[in-house]
């Protein structure tokens, strides 16, 4: 069962998160959400000589973050009306990583993988739908340690799995030609927009380090996600031992 959840975590941080990183041509577009910050009330356009183009800008912005050894975003993903609240902090390899979900309807479940192994944490809502024992919903808030097998499955928990699906969402042929920009949480980005339109969809990247600041969604299907942390040591460490119960 714990085995499962590690998976379950790992597949709605990808699945859902690259949702809010694609398109008005795909599907399942956009996120929602109030994580971090409050943005300009417009962007402006820009057509500088010396300003680089949107492929240039997205082109430095999937190297840059799928060439980072770790980071962190943060936000809400709608998807067919159903918000789902996602916090992540995590390495490329998803060996150690640190994730928070909160589904509606479906509870709230925190992930906690290092070296030393995987640790789960849900609330009731979270436990009773994944049919937990009677030891586990009687843990109240304390962790779950996984199963050793769990630990195969760190690469689900992984910031490059996750972006890999997320620029695969974004191409060159989505994106309008003309550039904005904007301040986001302090930091000075290009604003890059689905050809529909920044309703449909935008992508902002600091203009000093070419670095994802954060990703919106349609108005069809909102949301926003933020990021931070790029190659930052996050300081992930395991739950204290007072903290965790092990299952037989």
Same mark, same amino acid.
């Given at each position: 069962?714990?085995?499962?959840?590690?998976?379950?975590?790992?597949?709605?941080?990808?699945?859902?998160?690259?949702?809010?990183?694609?398109?008005?041509?795909?599907?399942?577009?956009?996120?929602?959400?109030? $994580?971090?910050?409050?943005?300009?009330?417009?962007?402006?356009?820009?057509?500088?000589? %010396?300003?680089?183009? $949107?492929?240039?800008?997205?082109? /430095?912005? /999937?190297?840059?973050?799928?060439?980072?050894?770790?980071? #962190? *975003?943060?936000?809400?993903?709608?998807?067919?009306?159903?918000?789902?609240?996602? %916090?992540?902090?995590?390495?490329?390899?998803?060996?150690?990583? +640190?994730?928070?979900?909160?589904?509606? &309807?479906?509870?709230?479940?925190?992930?906690?993988?290092?070296?030393?192994?995987?640790?789960? @944490?849900? +609330?009731?809502?979270?436990?009773?739908? @994944?049919? #937990?024992? $009677?030891?586990?919903?009687?843990?109240?808030?304390? *962790?779950?340690?996984?199963?050793?097998? $769990? #630990?195969?499955?760190?690469?689900?928990?992984?910031?490059?799995?996750?972006?890999?699906?997320?620029?695969?969402?974004?191409?060159?042929?989505? =994106?309008?030609?003309?550039?904005?920009?904007?301040?986001?949480?302090?930091? +000075?980005?290009?604003?890059?927009?689905?050809?529909?339109?920044?309703?449909? &969809?935008?992508?902002?990247?600091?203009?000093?380090?070419?670095?994802? =600041?954060? *990703?919106?969604?349609?108005?069809?299907?909102?949301?926003?996600? %933020?990021f931070s942390q790029w190659n930052a040591d996050l300081g992930i460490k395991a739950p204290d031992a007072s903290e965790v119960i092990t299952l037989p």
């Amino acid at each position: 069962m714990t085995t499962r959840v590690v998976a379950l975590a790992g597949a709605l941080t990808i699945s859902l998160g690259a949702a809010a990183c694609s398109k008005s041509e795909t599907p399942t577009t956009g996120a929602t959400g109030s $994580a971090g910050g409050a943005t300009s009330a417009t962007s402006t356009t820009t057509a500088a000589a %010396d300003a680089p183009t $949107a492929s240039e800008v997205l082109e /430095k912005a /999937k190297t840059n973050a799928l060439a980072a050894t770790s980071g #962190a *975003f943060n936000g809400t993903v709608e998807d067919n009306g159903k918000k789902t609240t996602i %916090d992540f902090k995590g390495t490329s390899d998803g060996k150690t990583a +640190d994730i928070t979900i909160e589904m509606a &309807g479906d509870g709230k479940a925190r992930v906690i993988s290092v070296p030393e192994g995987i640790y789960i @944490q849900g +609330d009731e809502t979270f436990w009773k739908k @994944q049919n #937990a024992p $009677a030891k586990v919903l009687a843990a109240k808030d304390k *962790f779950i340690k996984a199963p050793a097998s $769990a #630990a195969s499955m760190t690469e689900s928990l992984s910031l490059k799995a996750f972006l890999e699906k997320a620029f695969g969402a974004v191409t060159p042929t989505q =994106v309008a030609p003309t550039l904005g920009e904007e301040t986001v949480n302090g930091v +000075d980005c290009w604003v890059i927009t689905d050809t529909k339109g920044k309703a449909e &969809g935008a992508l902002y990247v600091s203009k000093d380090k070419s670095e994802v =600041v954060r *990703f919106t969604g349609s108005t069809g299907s909102p949301g926003q996600l %933020d990021f931070s942390q790029w190659n930052a040591d996050l300081g992930i460490k395991a739950p204290d031992a007072s903290e965790v119960i092990t299952l037989p």
